[in-house]
T-cell receptor, first 113, second 111 residues
């Protein structure tokens, strides 16, 4: 089966610019997650969707980050405006609601200059 | 979520067993122990999980102490491809509950 797809794989932007990341989860997976992974640290959950509703966004910096999951399938994560400290790998993962395993995509590496 | 403590790095010889320890002394009764690993430039990958009994699958074995305050992930015959960061995570039993990653253990398998 196809895995979690993410694009772009790499992105370089100037601070104060905007950027968007796209994620296509595994077919049939109702739950979608976005994580931020800063170099040398473990991934940190930013937001969790169940179908197209938000389950947990307690660690999402809502003043600059936004995410949506229209139609309960694909999702986009946006940063506007970007700061230097947003440089990180942004990982998308998906799972079935009752499933114990989360499947991760390859991530998008963002560099903010 | 309960906090876990892992050594920052470990080395293992190829073909030997790799034993990765994890302390989770504040784990509660409804929390499972999960292990994920992350190979360089890839997303994390699920390995195994357990509640109180020892578990084994095609990738690894998980040994949980009787008091559940610590566990050990065992890779029985480590290969170079097992070089990765290994994360020990405690997670509530509730469906859809979050994974909280620490900094993990960098395992290096040497030829």
């Amino acid at each position: 089966e196809a895995g979690v797809a993410q694009s772009p794989r790499y992105k370089i932007i100037e601070k104060r610019q905007s950027v968007a990341f796209w994620c296509n989860p595994i077919s049939g997976h109702a739950t979608l997650y976005w994580y931020q992974q800063i170099l040398g640290q473990g991934p940190k959950l930013l937001i969790q969707f169940q179908n197209n509703g938000v389950v947990d966004d307690s660690q999402l910096p809502k003043d600059r980050f936004s995410a949506e999951r229209l139609k309960g399938v694909d999702s986009t994560l946006k940063i506007q405006p970007a700061k230097l400290e947003d440089s990180a790998v942004y990982l998308c993962a998906s799972s079935s609601w009752a499933e114990y395993e989360q499947f991760f995509g390859p991530g998008t590496r963002l560099t903010v200059l | 979520d309960a906090k876990t403590t892992q050594p920052p790095s470990m080395d293992c010889a190829e073909g030997r067993a790799a034993n990765l320890p994890c302390n989770h002394s504040t784990i509660s009764g409804n929390e499972y122990v999960y292990w994920y690993r992350q190979i360089h430039s890839q997303g994390p990958q699920y390995i195994i999980h357990g509640l109180k009994n020892n578990e084994t699958n095609e990738m690894a074995s998980l040994i949980i102490t009787e008091d559940r305050k610590s566990s050990t992930l065992i890779l029985p015959h480590a290969t170079l491809r097992d070089t990765a960061v290994y994360y020990c995570i405690v997670r509530e039993e509730t469906s859809g509950s979050r994974l909280t990653f620490g900094e993990g253990t960098q395992l290096t398998v040497n030829p």
